[in-house]
């Protein structure tokens, strides 16, 4: 009754992160044939080209050339040492895939509202991730100035009974037009109190703030102001962007902070997806050249929808947005997709991170925490599997649920029952729907299909067909769908996914057999 449909991990290449202006041979032969080499400094009469004599013996030749070259590779090795800088600065940080290293692995719990799902995804995450950073007060602008700020009402008995270290994490929303420093401080140590008073121990703060690059001075101003005030048992954390690198500001902010963050999931280009290894790579790279504190890597596990308008594209992640069916300037119908973060992707990406030489970077922290009932992020078993580099794989299974006969079939023969057929992905990534399914049936008085399959009966065999896509449907398709590495497919099925396919009136209903398209 089970398809276990696989597929490859998509395998990342990675070209070599270090390179050597030349091989070690070539500079040796560069020395050996110099000016400087036979300059009478380093010239003797035993060593010098003119004293070998061509009428010397084959034998005492072949004892003499050895000798010679071992000579002279000793001193291309001391003169290569004694010109090399104390502190070279290479252009790439070296990979060691021959012992790859464990980092630290947190996860975000960013629920807004907590329920009781919160108690159970805290406990069951504990075996996998050794830190949590907890969504705590957030500031929502104004146009006025007044801006509104939330705190979270977190369940203090549940984090008490979580022996992880914990990280109170302040939102400050990137469209801020200003920070009121004096006003932000106090709301952070005030909740600092708060949570210290109910008990609750803290590791440190994480400011969350996308500020423009052009405002990263004043950003920093802020941050020392607030370190200067924080509790000196308590590290102070800030989130980075990637646009962030290439700012002159940005180096001077390692001065006022313990530990920092580098965000590298964004969807600058949904054609990308929500997460690009390649560009998220070259990201790490270069905050490994600028780094002076520890630093970890926040990944995503995660959905979204986009939105096509003339204009551009636009983002909905957790809230709803509410979006015209067409386009006030085009009138053309606004194209709706989701994406959702790939785990296998994700997961090489991780065992890349495992062998990343530096020893600045500290570990990875996953955005979020998903709890039973979440649609757009990925379950807490694939989360899991990909953090701690376990397989992964789809198993897509059908269930015949036997329905109890309604009020209005009671005048069906008492032996014939109502099944409902549900596909359930019970695997940890995503699967494809099977194109047919196969059913023994036994004197059916009724049946329909749904949710894009077709159904007929044949000499008591029941078939069950996913149709595929002409040719002409497929080039239909929204371009964007040709290439987006993280769109969700209408015939892909998500880990704990259920999809109803349809039901049978018949006396009795096997499944025979599951096919893959």
């Not at 990675?14 to 400094?41: C, N």
């Not at 008995?157 to 420093?181: H, S, Y």
């Not at 980075?240 to 500001?249: C, K, R």
């Not at 290894?277 to 970890?296: D, F, I, M």
Request: a positive charge; charged letters at 20%; glycine letters at 4%.
């Amino acid at each position: 009754m089970v398809l276990r449909h696989s597929s490859p991990l998509f395998g990342m290449t990675h070209a070599r992160l270090y390179s050597y202006p030349m091989d070690l041979r070539s500079r040796y032969s560069t020395l050996f044939h110099s000016k400087r080499f036979h300059s009478r400094r380093f010239q003797s009469k035993h060593f010098e080209l003119k004293h070998f004599e061509p009428r010397r013996s084959k034998s005492l030749q072949a004892i003499h050339r050895p000798l010679f070259l071992l000579l002279a590779l000793s001193f291309s090795l001391v003169f290569l040492s004694a010109c090399q800088p104390a502190n070279q600065n290479t252009s790439s940080i070296k990979t060691d895939t021959s012992a790859p290293r464990e980092l630290s692995q947190e996860v975000y719990v960013w629920q807004r509202q907590w329920r009781d799902a919160n108690q159970s995804a805290l406990v069951e995450s504990q075996s996998a991730f050794n830190g949590v950073r907890i969504l705590a007060l957030q500031a929502h602008p104004k146009p006025n100035g007044a801006d509104i700020w939330f705190e979270v009402q977190v369940n203090h008995a549940w984090l008490q009974a979580d022996p992880r270290p914990k990280v109170a994490v302040i939102r400050l929303d990137g469209q801020l037009t200003r920070l009121n420093n004096r006003e932000v401080v106090q709301k952070i140590l005030a909740l600092v109190q708060d949570w210290q008073a109910k008990g609750t121990k803290l590791a440190g703060i994480e400011i969350d703030h996308d500020s423009a690059s052009s405002k990263l001075a004043a950003y920093n101003a802020f941050l020392r102001e607030l370190k200067s005030q924080l509790p000196q048992t308590l590290k102070l954390s800030i989130t980075s962007l990637p646009a962030w690198l290439s700012s002159t500001e940005f180096p001077s902010l390692f001065d006022n902070i313990d530990e920092l963050v580098l965000q590298i999931h964004s969807v600058s280009d949904p054609r990308l997806g929500l997460f690009d290894a390649a560009q998220g790579w070259r990201w790490v790279e270069q905050l490994s050249r600028l780094a002076k504190v520890p630093y970890l890597i926040a990944l995503p596990s995660y959905g979204s929808a986009v939105y096509s308008t003339a204009s551009g594209y636009r983002v909905e992640s957790e809230v709803p947005m509410r979006m015209p069916l067409a386009d006030s300037a085009s009138s053309q119908h606004v194209a709706r997709q989701e994406l959702m973060a790939d785990p296998q992707m994700l997961q090489s990406f991780v065992k890349q991170l495992h062998t990343f030489a530096d020893p600045r970077l500290k570990g990875m922290i996953w955005f979020r925490l998903p709890l039973e009932g979440d649609k757009r992020v990925w379950p807490l078993s694939t989360l899991i599997a990909v953090a701690k580099q376990q397989p992964l794989a789809p198993q897509i299974e059908l269930e015949i649920l036997n329905q109890a006969n309604t009020d209005s079939a009671q005048h069906e023969a008492p032996k014939t029952s109502l099944f409902q057929l549900v596909l359930v992905n019970k695997g940890n990534i995503a699967g494809e729907l099977p194109g047919q399914l196969s059913l023994a049936a036994q004197a059916c008085s009724g049946y329909d299909a749904q949710n894009g399959y077709q159904a007929k009966l044949t000499q008591g065999t029941l078939v069950w067909q996913l149709p595929q896509a002409t040719p002409t449907e497929r080039a239909a398709e929204p371009a964007s769908s040709q290439f987006a590495p993280n769109l969700i497919s209408a015939v892909e099925l998500s880990p704990n996914g259920r999809r109803v396919i349809g039901w049978a009136r018949c006396e009795s209903l096997h499944l025979q057999g599951i096919y893959a398209p």
